[in-house]
């Protein structure tokens, strides 16, 4: 995996910059939702990548784990009163909880068996959440107010860091021991098996990572929106998570980010056309799969070096410390 280095003061840039411009309001509250969500479809394609991209296995039941992570938030904060933060890191290990439950029988599955069971899991839990009526609120859903949902800049904040966070952790991750064996078992589950390394477990343990990371995204969801339904949970969301995976490129966890920016933006930019512009889709990935099939970075990375080299240290030094 070659990556391009890109320096820290770019990542901060990214979150700072459109911050100022919402405050100046240069961009107004409608191009900040839409940044905005872009970020959160971006933490799901991280999600989804992390799977399909980084484990090499094909899931298409994400919509599920994000469904998971954005009604448990709400749950854990208006029902049981917790404290916002809280509530979020609960959805994500309850998430992360579900993702280990599903994935223990059926990780031993790989390529269209693997995709079948998650695509099934998706439409059980959109079916579980339409009929729990008295906790999910039914086919209406459920509101949800925050101030994430009241402040455009406080969203666009809270999202954007979250996301760089996440992507500096999974690039330290995958520099790990772990990180390397989950990479070894993507290339040749044959060849990692005979050097000893468990391929049931690295499996297991990128899927619940990427269960982990939907479940952050699904809150954060919850919190922009303040809005949630079962169909956030339907197999068309699973797709659209899967061709930012597909545009930006496998293994590529900063192309995913890349292209749900992108596609977000495009989607809203022409809606104009009403159902015309879901043609849009199919055809971007018709070029793609023609003029650059391995998608617009490939297997590139793009490197914060001032950032994840500062947290590397960091946790090296953590570690080398005594207790």
């Known amino acids: 995996m070659k990556n391009i280095i890109i320096p820290g003061g770019v990542a901060l840039a990214v979150v700072f910059l459109p911050l100022l411009l919402i405050n100046l309001n240069v961009l107004d509250a409608y191009t900040a939702q839409i940044i905005t969500l872009g970020g959160i479809n971006g933490i799901l394609a991280i999600s989804v990548n992390t799977i ?19 009604y448990s938030c709400i749950f854990f904060t208006l029902d049981l009163g917790l404290p916002l933060p809280l509530s979020l890191l609960l959805a994500a290990l309850l998430t992360a909880f579900f993702g280990f439950l599903l994935g223990f029988p059926t990780l031993k599955l790989s390529g269209d068996y693997l995709a079948i069971v998650t695509l099934g899991f998706g439409e059980i839990i959109r079916v579980i959440l339409v009929n729990l009526k008295n906790i999910t609120g039914g086919a209406n859903g459920r509101r949800f107010t925050t101030l994430l949902v009241l402040h455009t800049d406080l969203a666009f904040l809270v999202v954007t860091s979250s996301l760089v966070f996440i992507v500096m952790l999974l690039q330290n991750f995958l520099r790990s021991t772990y990180g390397r064996a989950i990479l070894a078992v993507r290339e040749d589950e044959i060849a990692a098996d005979a050097s000893g390394i468990s391929v049931f477990r690295y499996k297991m343990v990128g899927f619940v990572v990427a269960s982990f990371i939907a479940g952050i995204g699904g809150c954060l969801y919850a ?13 068309a969301k699973s797709i659209d ?36 512009r879901l043609i849009i889709y199919p055809l971007i990935l018709i070029f793609v799969m023609l003029f650059r099939p391995q998608g617009l970075l490939g297997m590139k990375e793009l490197s914060f070096v001032g950032l994840t080299g500062r947290f590397a240290a960091f946790l090296r030094r953590k570690r080398g410390s005594p207790s």
Do not use: C, N
């Not at 994400?62 to 998971?68: H, P, V, Y």
């Not at 919190?223 to 197999?235: L, Q, R």
């Open 52 to 70: 399909t991209g980084i484990t090499g296995q094909l899931s298409i039941g994400q919509a599920g784990f994000m469904a998971i992570g954005a």
């Open 223 to 235: 919190m922009v929106i303040g809005f949630v339904k079962p169909d956030v949970a339907s197999f």
């Open 241 to 276: 998570y899967l061709i930012f995976v597909v545009l930006g490129g496998m293994g590529s966890m900063t192309g995913s980010i890349l292209a749900a920016y992108v596609l977000t933006y495009l989607q809203e930019f022409l809606r104009f056309l009403q159902d015309y």
